[in-house]
């Protein structure tokens, strides 16, 4: 049995060689392996989080309260009609600007905590500007005050919480209380008032953006834009246009201007490629019997069926275009619908089996006007159907309510505006850079208060209707049984009378007075700045937008309450100088 296990313990053993060269082969294999980690480890980035500082209770909110004083009172002295203009000093000549979110936006205060608050006004002004494109000083002041009433409540021992559920139970009832007390526009002298006001009581944009709204109506799209000259003009698209041009400069009708010029055209909409004749032939034969002009909206024209027209269009037999069809993919495929639905034609769509060999001349659409060039095509048409027409629209609506991305909510106001009137480009003239910027924001304000106005309707302006909304308040305390929820009741009620108050004191009044003078009043009832007089300011013409007024209130307290259940604040350490720096800065820059 020794034997045995001797032997077959002998065969298991490798010979002194072999053992050798496996010893060999585990020492290059753990160099190998020490090499590896030490080029990876060269390579390897170690990221280090930066030291933070971090505040609590007290201090905190006092940093914080002190950075949104600042931006606020900035911000502030733009308000009302009497309100003054901020310089700010940014790349390139200094801008004069008279615009809440753009001053709003330039301002970084040098301490970190201090910062973190003026940040969160930013927010409140940007959050307003792109919900209602106006009120945003309004929306700033609002908040600041709102801010600073509730730290006060939270720095005596009520509960952050509870405030906070307060401020949103009054917010939501004086917004129902706006929307009935705010009134459609009635014309053109409302939408002429609003954009007056809007621009800063200027009565020239007001007049212009009054013009542009009527010849577009309240669907159409105003677009600003720089000019070349000292003169604000207002050029309007009239119908339907198109980013692309003629296939074949042979198509051209008016020679001397390149363009293709048809009236009362037949319109022929297909997303299919068109190359071979026998495709197009019926069609031609029968709107050549009509003696009508022929536009042929396709994918492509090629080949042989692109021959044919050019040949028949030079020796005036037919008399007719074809460009290709505007757009990608699926847009593409909306586009033509909607061209199909303005000239009432009917879309030949490959995916309904279609063809363009089968097409009746019922099935062409009919426009009063078409103007073609190398790049753009231009249709005007008296939409067959109305009804279908509005049905469109008011889908595109949907979409545009429902859709979060930028880009799509661009094009679909855009085919809008062309198919219920067309787009007004206002061009903004004047002597100097610095005062072409302050009128841009100016009439972009007045733009975007009037369609705000055309949505929801109006309620006096000159902070009026806030002031008369705080006296709702008592009503919605009553029904709030927690006590700091009512405390929560009372910060909104006095936070309201800020905004008048600060239009007065801007003008040179006693704030405190002239609130007390309004609340006493009709809901119509306030003061005007401009005339330095308490009258009917919906009569006066003294007027905002309700939407405005909502969002500004709405945003200010969303943001004010996350500011009051606030506890701790952590902001990244400032890193100290280097020697070298701090001596080239006390030698001013220079070495010595």
Known sequence: MASANAIS?????????????????????????????????????LVKASAKDIA????????????????????????????????????????????????????????????????????VASKTNDSAGDGTTTASILAREIIKLGLLSVTSGANP???????????????????????????????????????????????????????????????????????????????????????????????EKLLVEFENARVLITDQKISAIKDIIPVLEKTTQLRAPLLIIAEDVTGQALATLVVNKLRGVLNVAAIKAPGFGERRKALLQDIAILTGAEYQATDLGLLIEHTDIDQLGVARKITISKDSTTIIADAATKDELQSRIAQLKKEL??????????????????????????????????????RKLRIEDAKNAT?????????????????????????????????????????????????????????????EVVVEKVKAGEWEFGYNAMTDKYENLVEAGVIDPAKVTRCALQNAASVAGMVLTTQAIVVEKPKPKTAAAAAAAGAGGYSV
């Open 9 to 45: 313990t002998a065969c298991v053993l490798p010979s002194p060689l072999k053992r050798g060269g496996s010893r060999n082969r585990e020492v290059s294999r753990f160099q190998q392996r020490r090499a590896f980690d030490r080029s990876h480890q060269k390579n390897q980035f």
């Open 56 to 123: 609590f209770d007290q201090k905190s909110r006092s940093a914080m309260q002190s950075g949104i004083d600042k931006l606020a009172d900035a911000v502030g002295l733009t308000l009302g009609p009497r309100g003054r203009n901020v310089v700010l000093d940014e790349f390139g000549a200094p801008k004069v600007v008279n615009d809440g979110v753009t001053i709003a936006r330039a301002i970084e205060l040098p301490d970190a905590m201090e910062n973190a608050g003026a940040a969160l006004i930013r927010e």
């Open 161 to 255: 919480v509870s405030v906070k559920k307060g401020i949103e139970k009054t917010v939501q009832g004086l917004v129902d209380e706006l929307e009935k007390k705010s009134r459609p526009i009635k014309g053109r002298d409302d939408i002429q008032a609003i954009a007056t006001i809007s621009a800063g009581n200027d009565e020239t944009i007001g007049l212009m953006i009054a013009d542009a709204v009527d010849k577009v109506g309240p669907d159409g799209v105003l677009s600003i834009e720089s000019s070349s000259s000292f003169e604000t003009t207002i050029d309007v698209e009239e119908g339907m246009e198109i980013d692309r041009g003629y296939i074949s400069p042979q198509f051209v009708t008016n020679p």
């Open 401 to 438: 309510s429902e859709t979060d991305s930028v880009y799509d909510s661009e094009k679909l106001a855009e085919r809008i505006a062309k198919l219920s009137g067309g787009v007004a480009v206002i061009k903004v003239g004047a002597a100097t850079e610095t005062e072409l910027e302050d």
């Open 451 to 511: 369609f705000a106005a055309i949505e929801e309707g109006i309620v006096p302006g000159g902070g009026a209707a806030l002031v008369h909304l705080s006296t709702h308040v008592p009503a919605i305390k009553e029904k709030l049984e927690d006590s700091d929820e009512r405390l929560g009741a009372d910060i909104i009620q006095k936070a309201l009378i800020a905004p008048a108050a600060l239009i007065a004191q801007n003008a040179g009044v006693e704030g």
